[in-house]
Nanobody, 119 residues
Framework: QVQLVESGGGLVQAGGSLRLSCAAS?????MGWFRQAPGKEREFVAA????????YYADSVKGRFTISRDNAKNTVYLQMNSLKPEDTAVYYC???????????????WGQGTQVTVSS
């Protein structure tokens, strides 16, 4: 069992930046970030494989967000630049054995951190 805790969310103006962190209680394999806005389905944001050499990004965040990991700290990060109001959501990190874009493939989830981008 793996416990995940997200942090770094907050309120920023459009065009600003935030860096989200997700600390795991133990080592992990693939890790991903997902987000969910009120009344919306949870959607994929980014994923990274165990080594950090392979990454996936949703088209909506490509070129603006960067996922990275530090295995020595059991931590994954999401650097978010050029934020837009449509990025507003609760952001969740997750881990699983497969490197995929599907939320159903991840076994463990954090509690989420709120990101709000004002126009």
């Amino acid at each position: 069992q793996v416990q995940l805790v997200e942090s770094g969310g907050g309120l920023v103006q459009a065009g600003g930046s935030l860096r989200l962190s997700c600390a795991a209680s133990s080592s992990t394999y693939a890790m991903g970030w997902f987000r969910q806005a009120p009344g919306k389905e949870r959607e994929f944001v980014a994923a990274i494989n165990w080594s950090g050499l392979s990454k996936y990004y949703a088209d909506s965040v490509k070129g603006r967000f960067t996922i990275s990991r530090d295995n020595a700290k059991n931590t994954v990060y999401l650097q978010m630049n050029s934020l837009k109001p449509e990025d507003t959501a609760v952001y969740y990190c997750a881990t699983g054995s497969s490197f995929t874009k599907s939320s159903g493939d991840y076994a463990y989830w954090g509690q989420g951190t709120q990101v709000t981008v004002s126009s």
